[in-house]
Nanobody, 117 residues
């Protein structure tokens, strides 16, 4: 059974930092493309960042230069380092795993990030 579990969300002041983690089980983690997405109330879930098994990254324009996605294949974990946080980064952040070329997606339950003074 595939399971993704996010952690590390919380309340942070503007300009602050958070690091999200997503621990995966039930998949051959190292060969999966891992991604972070976010959703605000009333909006669709948007791409934040992705990281392929070959270490290729892709970032939303709104987070470039502030967020960094990384992975530790030995720990089956993907991270999202978020710096210089802004109120508009407030959202529920979701982790996704998808094997290249497959339509099957695995999602975590999400973790809330709130940026507010």
């Amino acid at each position: 059974q595939v399971q993704l579990v996010e952690s590390g969300g919380g309340l942070v002041q503007p300009g602050g930092s958070l690091r999200l983690s997503c621990a995966a089980s039930g998949i051959r983690f190292s060969i999966y493309t891992m991604g972070w997405y976010r959703r605000t109330p009333g909006k669709q879930r948007d791409l934040v960042a992705t990281l392929t098994s070959g270490a290729n990254t892709n970032y939303a324009d709104s987070v470039k230069g502030r967020f960094t996605i990384s992975r530790d294949n030995a720990k089956n974990t993907v991270y999202l380092q978020m710096n210089s946080l802004k109120p508009e980064d407030t959202a529920v952040y979701y982790c996704k795993a998808q094997y290249f070329g497959s339509t099957v997606e695995y999602w975590g339950p999400g973790t809330q990030v709130t940026v507010s003074s």
